[in-house]
């Protein structure tokens, strides 16, 4: 049977690669880093890293390194288990309380990943008779959530207001019982902000619950790094926090669910991807308890940041790149078409910049694109030389 299965599969692959869509798993042979070294073509060699989510520098800080360390000693590798059955440790219990307090929600559940966090919400919290709206370009997590639940579902345009306002009232006058609007704190592909406090205005006006999965702004976003709600100004009126560890919470991995009381404990007693997948590796949840510490004086990190993102926007406008509006760190570099996306990657990598092209199905057909991320960990220098060796790759794939 499988010889058949076989022949259609490399087809589809080779489909994939003729199409420019191929995405190549380049290895790393260092720390996560603002500086590492790949593999490419056979030579490992340094280049600057732009494309990975330490948006803090924190992934190899000696600080989070020596709490992984010592909790190996204390608490073990593995718990080999689930959390209700032998599967919680105090580590758990204390990385939950903390980041409770640091989100200012009432209470948080701890999962493997974001993906599963958001896997095991809306199955749990919404039946057939009630209504998710979701942000067209909501994270894939959040999109498979959503189609494991029963709910009914409505999708309105990216921060488009109207359109969230006009299916809230599809959703009311359908007689749904509970209404939950779900939206990312920062879309990954854009590096645009959610409208939070005209959603929330809106949640108010038609009765429904707010949801925001902020991987993308927790520890950097806001002025003491509580991510987009404490940005708006809005920490008391957002119900459900998603977020991940994996991206400036130390870049390991881990998920969790902040948010009232009441929906977190009904997730620990019927959320699917939290009942039947292994906790928390302890050494994980040890770190981030440090990375935590870190960022109650990280002011310096996210002003370092904030300058890297200004300076690297400004210098590729001035060079005359079409890079998305904003001033988030992630900073997408829009050239359309996905081979060349890809080239144009391979060109910087040549160059000493290790980035990444994203096509179809990751963003639209049509809308290939370079994201760029910057970390605190990154010199004016490096930013500066990232820049030059966009203008040079340009001129080559033009030439």
């Known amino acids: 049977m499988f010889d058949t299965v076989r022949d259609d599969l490399r087809a589809t692959l080779d489909e994939i690669r003729a199409a420019g869509l191929h995405k190549p798993e380049r290895v790393i042979d260092t720390p996560q880093s603002a500086t590492v070294n790949v593999s490419a073509g056979g030579r490992p060699g340094e280049v600057l890293n732009f494309c990975a989510n330490n948006y803090l520098g924190l992934a190899d800080h000696p600080e989070v390194i020596a709490a992984a360390h010592e909790a190996l000693d204390r ?31 009432e209470d948080t559940i701890l999962y493997s990943s974001c993906f599963d966090a958001n896997g095991g919400v809306f199955e749990t919290l919404l039946g057939e008779e009630d209504a998710v709206i979701s942000d067209a370009l909501n994270h894939a997590s959040i999109i498979d959530g959503i189609r494991l639940s029963k709910a009914r579902r409505y999708r309105y345009a990216n921060r488009d207001l109207a359109d969230l306002e006009a299916r809230l009232k599809e959703a009311t006058e359908g007689g749904a019982r509970r209404k ?88 620990r007693q019927r959320s699917r991807p939290y009942l039947f997948s ?58 359309g078409d996905a081979a060349q996306a890809a080239r144009m990657a391979e060109l910087l990598l040549e160059r000493g910049v290790y980035v990444i092209g994203f096509s179809y199905p990751v963003v639209p057909q049509g809308q290939a694109r370079i994201r760029v991320q910057l970390s605190a960990a990154h010199s004016t220098q ?13 001129a080559e794939l033009a030439g």
């Open 75 to 105: 608490w073990g590798y593995g718990m080999a288990s689930v959390r209700f059955i032998c599967g919680t440790q105090e580590v758990h219990k204390e990385l939950e309380a903390r980041l409770s307090a640091f989100l200012g929600q």
């Open 180 to 267: 939950l609007i779900v939206t990312d704190g920062v879309f990954s592909m854009d590096g645009y902000v959610a409208p939070l406090a005209e959603i929330c205005d809106l949640a108010d006006r038609y009765d429904a619950m707010v949801m925001v999965d902020d991987s993308h702004a927790v520890g950097f976003v806001g002025p003491t790094g509580r991510g987009t709600p404490e940005l708006h100004g809005v920490r008391d009126r957002v119900d459900i926090i998603t977020g991940t560890l994996g991206k400036a919470l130390g870049g390991a991995s881990g998920g969790y669910v902040a948010a009232r009381a009441e929906i977190v404990a009904l997730l």
């Open 278 to 335: 292994n906790t928390l590796a302890p050494v994980i949840a040890a770190a981030s308890l440090k990375v935590l510490d870190l960022l109650e004086s990280a002011g310096d990190l996210r002003e370092r940041l904030a300058s890297n993102t200004a300076l690297f926007r400004r210098r590729m406008t001035e060079e005359g790149f079409d890079i998305l509006p904003g001033d988030h760190a992630i900073a997408p570099v829009m050239i």
């Open 382 to 394: 490096d930013v500066n030389r990232a820049v030059d060796a966009f203008v040079a790759a340009r």
